[in-house]
Protein backbone atom coordinates (compact mmCIF):
# COMPACT_ATOMS: atom_id res chain seq x y z
CA UNK A 1 0.00 0.00 0.00
CA UNK A 2 1.38 3.41 -1.14
CA UNK A 3 1.97 6.10 1.81
CA UNK A 4 1.37 9.71 1.70
CA UNK A 5 2.20 12.22 4.42
CA UNK A 6 0.56 16.01 4.03
CA UNK A 7 2.51 18.35 6.75
CA UNK A 8 -0.19 21.20 7.53
CA UNK A 9 -3.12 18.72 6.07
CA UNK A 10 -5.72 19.58 8.04
CA UNK A 11 -6.24 23.01 6.42
CA UNK A 12 -5.69 25.37 3.49
CA UNK A 13 -3.42 24.41 0.32
CA UNK A 14 -2.49 21.01 2.48
CA UNK A 15 -6.19 20.19 2.68
CA UNK A 16 -6.19 20.35 -0.28
CA UNK A 17 -3.33 18.49 -2.04
CA UNK A 18 -4.88 15.86 0.55
CA UNK A 19 -8.07 16.18 -1.53
CA UNK A 20 -6.29 16.08 -4.95
CA UNK A 21 -4.13 12.87 -3.62
CA UNK A 22 -4.83 9.37 -4.79
CA UNK A 23 -7.67 7.28 -2.99
CA UNK A 24 -7.04 4.07 -3.09
CA UNK A 25 -3.58 5.43 -1.24
CA UNK A 26 -3.52 5.60 2.68
CA UNK A 27 -2.99 9.78 3.87
CA UNK A 28 -1.46 10.56 6.73
CA UNK A 29 -2.33 14.53 7.45
CA UNK A 30 -0.26 16.50 9.98
CA UNK A 31 -0.51 19.75 12.07
CA UNK A 32 -0.60 20.59 15.91
CA UNK A 33 -4.47 20.79 16.57
CA UNK A 34 -5.99 17.33 16.50
CA UNK A 35 -9.50 18.57 15.58
CA UNK A 36 -8.66 20.63 13.00
CA UNK A 37 -7.14 16.90 11.00
CA UNK A 38 -10.14 14.58 12.65
CA UNK A 39 -12.27 17.14 11.16
CA UNK A 40 -10.61 17.19 7.51
CA UNK A 41 -10.19 13.50 7.97
CA UNK A 42 -13.74 12.88 8.47
CA UNK A 43 -14.88 14.88 5.79
CA UNK A 44 -12.42 13.45 2.99
CA UNK A 45 -12.85 9.84 3.99
CA UNK A 46 -16.83 10.30 3.19
CA UNK A 47 -15.59 11.20 -0.13
CA UNK A 48 -13.97 7.52 -0.34
CA UNK A 49 -10.50 8.91 0.86
CA UNK A 50 -7.91 6.84 3.35
CA UNK A 51 -6.95 9.74 5.49
CA UNK A 52 -5.63 9.60 9.33
CA UNK A 53 -4.79 12.60 11.24
CA UNK A 54 -1.34 12.58 13.56
CA UNK A 55 -0.67 15.49 15.64
CA UNK A 56 3.10 17.12 14.93
CA UNK A 57 5.06 19.43 15.37
CA UNK A 58 7.55 20.16 12.84
CA UNK A 59 9.96 22.31 14.97
CA UNK A 60 10.47 19.41 17.33
CA UNK A 61 12.48 16.66 14.93
CA UNK A 62 11.36 14.03 17.67
CA UNK A 63 7.98 15.05 16.30
CA UNK A 64 8.66 14.05 12.88
CA UNK A 65 11.04 11.02 13.66
CA UNK A 66 7.72 9.30 14.91
CA UNK A 67 5.46 10.48 11.88
CA UNK A 68 8.17 9.34 9.34
CA UNK A 69 8.08 5.80 11.61
CA UNK A 70 4.56 5.93 11.73
CA UNK A 71 4.33 6.25 7.89
CA UNK A 72 6.07 3.44 6.85
CA UNK A 73 4.81 1.73 9.34
CA UNK A 74 1.37 1.94 6.91
CA UNK A 75 3.28 0.90 3.75
CA UNK A 76 5.49 2.58 1.58
CA UNK A 77 6.11 6.01 1.76
CA UNK A 78 5.46 7.92 -1.61
CA UNK A 79 4.71 11.30 -2.00
CA UNK A 80 5.73 13.65 0.96
CA UNK A 81 3.84 16.95 0.89
CA UNK A 82 5.49 19.09 3.21
CA UNK A 83 3.26 22.49 3.84
CA UNK A 84 3.18 23.41 7.63
CA UNK A 85 4.18 26.71 8.36
CA UNK A 86 3.90 30.10 9.99
CA UNK A 87 3.08 33.62 8.65
CA UNK A 88 4.72 36.72 9.69
CA UNK A 89 1.77 37.61 11.32
CA UNK A 90 1.56 34.40 12.87
CA UNK A 91 4.41 34.03 15.17
CA UNK A 92 7.98 35.94 16.58
CA UNK A 93 10.83 35.79 14.60
CA UNK A 94 12.52 32.60 16.23
CA UNK A 95 8.93 30.17 16.11
CA UNK A 96 9.05 31.25 12.46
CA UNK A 97 12.83 30.46 11.66
CA UNK A 98 11.82 26.95 14.02
CA UNK A 99 8.81 25.78 11.66
CA UNK A 100 8.98 27.16 8.27
CA UNK A 101 13.13 26.71 7.79
CA UNK A 102 13.95 23.45 10.18
CA UNK A 103 10.94 21.99 9.88
CA UNK A 104 12.07 21.85 6.84
CA UNK A 105 15.32 20.24 7.80
CA UNK A 106 13.05 17.63 9.83
CA UNK A 107 11.04 16.57 7.26
CA UNK A 108 12.99 16.29 4.61
CA UNK A 109 16.44 14.66 6.71
CA UNK A 110 13.23 11.80 9.03
CA UNK A 111 11.56 11.03 5.41
CA UNK A 112 14.84 10.40 3.54
CA UNK A 113 15.33 7.97 6.08
CA UNK A 114 12.22 5.73 5.42
CA UNK A 115 11.89 6.63 1.75
CA UNK A 116 12.86 4.52 -0.95
CA UNK A 117 11.87 6.08 -4.21
CA UNK A 118 8.67 8.70 -4.45
CA UNK A 119 9.04 12.42 -4.15
CA UNK A 120 9.12 15.17 -1.22
CA UNK A 121 7.75 18.02 -2.27
CA UNK A 122 9.10 21.43 -0.09
CA UNK A 123 6.30 24.14 -0.38
CA UNK A 124 8.05 27.63 0.08
CA UNK A 125 6.77 30.62 -1.11
CA UNK A 126 7.59 33.49 -3.45
CA UNK A 127 8.46 35.87 -0.49
CA UNK A 128 11.85 33.76 -0.67
CA UNK A 129 12.33 35.79 -3.43
CA UNK A 130 11.78 39.27 -3.26
CA UNK A 131 14.66 40.48 -0.53
CA UNK A 132 17.73 41.59 -1.79
CA UNK A 133 20.70 39.48 -1.46
CA UNK A 134 22.55 41.63 0.89
CA UNK A 135 19.55 41.38 3.45
CA UNK A 136 19.61 37.44 3.01
CA UNK A 137 21.91 35.38 5.93
CA UNK A 138 24.19 33.80 2.92
CA UNK A 139 25.04 29.97 2.38
CA UNK A 140 27.74 30.00 5.59
CA UNK A 141 24.72 30.44 7.46
CA UNK A 142 22.15 27.89 5.54
CA UNK A 143 24.74 25.37 6.42
CA UNK A 144 24.66 25.49 10.07
CA UNK A 145 21.15 24.15 9.77
CA UNK A 146 23.12 20.58 8.84
CA UNK A 147 25.56 21.17 11.83
CA UNK A 148 24.24 23.07 14.58
CA UNK A 149 20.60 23.65 14.59
CA UNK A 150 20.47 26.23 17.60
CA UNK A 151 23.45 28.31 16.16
CA UNK A 152 21.58 28.68 12.74
CA UNK A 153 18.41 29.76 14.37
CA UNK A 154 20.37 32.79 16.52
CA UNK A 155 21.97 34.05 13.11
CA UNK A 156 18.65 33.17 11.17
CA UNK A 157 17.30 35.31 13.67
CA UNK A 158 20.06 38.20 14.39
CA UNK A 159 19.35 38.68 10.23
CA UNK A 160 15.79 39.03 10.48
CA UNK A 161 15.99 42.62 12.01
CA UNK A 162 15.46 45.59 10.14
CA UNK A 163 14.62 48.09 12.75
CA UNK A 164 12.48 47.88 16.23
CA UNK A 165 9.40 47.69 14.83
CA UNK A 166 8.67 43.40 15.94
CA UNK A 167 6.29 43.47 12.88
CA UNK A 168 8.41 44.17 10.25
CA UNK A 169 11.08 42.43 11.56
CA UNK A 170 9.13 39.19 12.24
CA UNK A 171 7.92 39.75 8.00
CA UNK A 172 11.33 39.52 6.76
CA UNK A 173 11.92 36.78 9.48
CA UNK A 174 8.99 34.65 7.00
CA UNK A 175 11.33 35.82 3.97
CA UNK A 176 14.03 34.96 5.03
CA UNK A 177 12.85 31.14 6.16
CA UNK A 178 11.18 30.61 2.46
CA UNK A 179 14.51 31.51 0.69
CA UNK A 180 16.14 29.04 3.29
CA UNK A 181 13.32 26.27 2.37
CA UNK A 182 13.80 26.78 -1.44
CA UNK A 183 17.72 26.76 -0.83
CA UNK A 184 18.08 23.43 1.21
CA UNK A 185 15.24 21.63 -1.17
CA UNK A 186 17.48 22.46 -3.72
CA UNK A 187 20.54 20.78 -1.76
CA UNK A 188 18.59 18.00 -0.95
CA UNK A 189 18.05 16.64 -4.34
CA UNK A 190 20.83 15.38 -5.40
CA UNK A 191 22.06 13.19 -2.62
CA UNK A 192 18.24 12.07 -2.08
CA UNK A 193 17.99 10.77 -5.67
CA UNK A 194 21.61 9.72 -6.11
CA UNK A 195 21.02 7.30 -2.79
CA UNK A 196 17.56 6.42 -2.48
CA UNK A 197 15.66 7.61 -6.34
CA UNK A 198 13.71 10.16 -4.53
CA UNK A 199 13.18 13.08 -6.35
CA UNK A 200 13.19 16.69 -4.27
CA UNK A 201 11.84 19.58 -5.53
CA UNK A 202 9.76 22.63 -4.34
CA UNK A 203 7.22 24.92 -4.98
CA UNK A 204 6.69 28.95 -4.32
CA UNK A 205 3.27 30.00 -4.23
CA UNK A 206 2.05 33.69 -4.11
CA UNK A 207 -1.01 34.76 -2.60
CA UNK A 208 -3.45 32.13 -1.85
CA UNK A 209 -6.80 32.12 0.07
CA UNK A 210 -6.26 30.17 3.17
CA UNK A 211 -6.55 30.37 6.63
CA UNK A 212 -3.20 32.03 6.87
CA UNK A 213 -3.57 34.49 4.46
CA UNK A 214 -7.39 35.81 6.51
CA UNK A 215 -5.74 38.24 8.36
CA UNK A 216 -3.09 39.76 5.35
CA UNK A 217 -6.08 41.48 3.45
CA UNK A 218 -5.05 45.26 2.90
CA UNK A 219 -3.55 47.69 0.82
CA UNK A 220 0.02 46.08 0.47
CA UNK A 221 -1.39 42.74 -0.39
CA UNK A 222 -3.19 44.82 -2.97
CA UNK A 223 -0.52 46.21 -4.40
CA UNK A 224 0.93 42.75 -4.72
CA UNK A 225 -1.72 41.35 -6.04
CA UNK A 226 -1.84 44.16 -8.97
CA UNK A 227 1.32 42.49 -10.11
CA UNK A 228 -0.71 39.58 -11.66
CA UNK A 229 -2.17 40.16 -15.18
CA UNK A 230 -5.26 38.05 -13.24
CA UNK A 231 -5.35 40.74 -10.60
CA UNK A 232 -6.72 37.97 -7.87
CA UNK A 233 -4.89 35.41 -4.98
CA UNK A 234 -5.33 31.44 -5.98
CA UNK A 235 -7.59 29.17 -4.71
CA UNK A 236 -5.93 26.57 -2.74
CA UNK A 237 -7.01 24.23 -5.18
CA UNK A 238 -5.12 25.78 -7.55
CA UNK A 239 -1.52 25.69 -5.37
CA UNK A 240 -2.75 21.93 -4.78
CA UNK A 241 -3.43 20.26 -8.62
CA UNK A 242 0.28 21.66 -9.38
CA UNK A 243 1.59 19.94 -6.24
CA UNK A 244 0.04 16.77 -7.03
CA UNK A 245 0.49 16.77 -10.34
CA UNK A 246 4.10 17.19 -10.42
CA UNK A 247 3.94 14.61 -7.25
CA UNK A 248 3.05 12.23 -9.54
CA UNK A 249 5.23 9.58 -10.83
CA UNK A 250 4.80 10.49 -14.31
CA UNK A 251 6.58 13.97 -13.62
CA UNK A 252 10.11 11.50 -12.95
CA UNK A 253 12.49 13.96 -14.16
CA UNK A 254 11.36 17.29 -11.99
CA UNK A 255 13.82 16.81 -9.23
CA UNK A 256 16.56 19.80 -7.94
CA UNK A 257 14.17 22.94 -8.68
CA UNK A 258 11.79 25.07 -7.37
CA UNK A 259 8.39 26.26 -9.28
CA UNK A 260 7.04 29.69 -8.70
CA UNK A 261 3.40 29.69 -8.88
CA UNK A 262 2.26 33.28 -7.94
CA UNK A 263 0.26 34.32 -11.13
CA UNK A 264 3.58 35.93 -12.41
CA UNK A 265 4.08 38.77 -9.21
CA UNK A 266 8.29 37.99 -8.96
CA UNK A 267 8.32 38.09 -12.74
CA UNK A 268 6.44 40.76 -13.24
CA UNK A 269 9.29 43.12 -10.96
CA UNK A 270 7.42 42.96 -7.29
CA UNK A 271 10.16 42.93 -4.84
CA UNK A 272 11.07 44.66 -1.55
CA UNK A 273 12.44 47.67 -2.93
CA UNK A 274 9.61 48.44 -5.57
CA UNK A 275 6.24 46.95 -3.43
CA UNK A 276 4.56 50.26 -3.36
CA UNK A 277 2.28 51.66 -5.84
CA UNK A 278 4.64 54.41 -6.61
CA UNK A 279 6.88 51.69 -8.54
CA UNK A 280 4.42 49.38 -10.18
CA UNK A 281 4.11 51.16 -13.74
CA UNK A 282 8.02 51.15 -13.37
CA UNK A 283 8.15 48.00 -12.64
CA UNK A 284 5.95 46.60 -14.82
CA UNK A 285 7.60 48.71 -18.14
CA UNK A 286 10.73 47.94 -16.83
CA UNK A 287 10.32 44.07 -17.21
CA UNK A 288 9.51 44.39 -20.96
N1 LIG B 1 -1.42 31.21 1.68
C1 LIG B 1 -0.46 31.83 1.04
O1 LIG B 1 -0.66 32.92 0.47
C2 LIG B 1 0.91 31.22 0.93
C3 LIG B 1 1.83 31.81 0.07
C4 LIG B 1 3.10 31.27 -0.03
C5 LIG B 1 3.45 30.16 0.70
N2 LIG B 1 2.52 29.60 1.55
C6 LIG B 1 2.94 28.44 2.31
O2 LIG B 1 2.05 27.38 2.07
C7 LIG B 1 2.03 26.51 3.20
C8 LIG B 1 0.59 26.21 3.58
O3 LIG B 1 -0.01 27.40 4.04
P1 LIG B 1 -1.57 27.71 3.88
O4 LIG B 1 -1.68 28.96 3.13
O5 LIG B 1 -2.26 26.52 3.41
O6 LIG B 1 -1.94 28.11 5.38
P2 LIG B 1 -2.67 27.30 6.54
O7 LIG B 1 -4.03 26.92 6.13
O8 LIG B 1 -2.50 28.14 7.76
O9 LIG B 1 -1.80 25.98 6.66
C9 LIG B 1 -0.66 25.86 7.43
C10 LIG B 1 -0.75 24.53 8.14
O10 LIG B 1 0.47 24.29 8.79
C11 LIG B 1 0.19 23.73 10.05
N3 LIG B 1 1.30 24.07 10.93
C12 LIG B 1 1.70 25.29 11.35
N4 LIG B 1 2.74 25.19 12.16
C13 LIG B 1 3.02 23.87 12.27
C14 LIG B 1 3.99 23.12 12.99
N5 LIG B 1 4.88 23.72 13.80
N6 LIG B 1 3.98 21.79 12.86
C15 LIG B 1 3.07 21.16 12.08
N7 LIG B 1 2.13 21.81 11.39
C16 LIG B 1 2.09 23.15 11.50
C17 LIG B 1 -1.13 24.36 10.50
O11 LIG B 1 -1.81 23.52 11.41
P3 LIG B 1 -1.68 23.72 13.00
O12 LIG B 1 -1.81 25.18 13.26
O13 LIG B 1 -2.77 22.89 13.55
O14 LIG B 1 -0.32 23.20 13.36
C18 LIG B 1 -1.86 24.47 9.19
O15 LIG B 1 -2.66 23.35 8.96
C19 LIG B 1 2.83 27.22 4.30
O16 LIG B 1 4.12 26.69 4.37
C20 LIG B 1 2.89 28.65 3.80
O17 LIG B 1 4.00 29.36 4.30
C21 LIG B 1 1.26 30.10 1.67
Redesign the pocket.
Known amino acids: MKVNVV??????????AAAMLPKDEKVVI?????E??NKTAEELNAEGHQLVGM??????RE?VKKLAEFAASLGDVSKVI??????GS??NRE?II???AL?TVHVNQEFYKVMNGGCIVD?????GYILPGIMLPGKGVYRLAIEDEDRFVTKMVKKARLGKDEGTNSQIA?MI??NF?RWYSERCAYKYMANKGIRVFS???????????EK?KGEATDIMLSYTGLKR??A?EE?AYIITALADERASYLAGADLVC?GGVVNNGYGFLTATKKYKEKALEENW
Not at 123 to 127: E, G, I, L, Y
Open positions: TGGGTGIGRATGRRLKLTCDVSKDHCAGVSMATRINGVASDSYSKAISPGYVETPMTEGAPLD
